[in-house]
Nanobody, 126 residues
Framework: QVQLVESGGGLVQAGGSLRLSCVASGRTFGRYAMGWFRQSPGKEREFVAAITWSGGSTYYADSVKGRFTISRDNAKNTVYLQMNSLKPEDTAVYYC???????????????????WGQGTQVTVSS
């Protein structure tokens, strides 16, 4: 059974930084694309960033491009989201997601991921 556990969320002032981590277990981590999504109250879950199984390619939502960086350490079964220059509009619950098929592409939509973490709250104050 695949399990994803996020950590690293918290309260930060605008302009600050946070690094989210997501530790995966239950299968060979290094074979699957990973993604980060976020959801604010009253809004749909939206794509933030994704990374291929090898880490060779990354993808970002326009709203975070240049500020957020996704990376992975396959030896540690962990995917990261470094968030810099945070804005109040980045406030949301952030979810880690794992693709269901090995060696596939890094999807940009929620339906392309089969496994989800419980989420970690990020709050950016103005």
């Amino acid at each position: 059974q695949v399990q994803l556990v996020e950590s690293g969320g918290g309260l930060v002032q605008a302009g600050g930084s946070l690094r989210l981590s997501c530790v995966a277990s239950g299968r060979t981590f290094g074979r699957y694309a990973m993604g980060w999504f976020r959801q604010s109250p009253g809004k749909e879950r939206e794509f933030v960033a994704a990374i291929t199984w090898s880490g060779g390619s990354t993808y970002y939502a326009d709203s975070v491009k240049g500020r957020f960086t996704i990376s992975r350490d396959n030896a540690k079964n962990t995917v990261y989201l470094q968030m810099n220059s945070l804005k109040p509009e980045d406030t949301a619950v952030y979810y880690c997601a794992a693709a269901g098929s090995p060696f596939g592409k890094a999807g940009l939509t929620t339906r392309e991921y089969d496994y989800w973490g419980q989420g970690t709250q990020v709050t950016v104050s103005s």
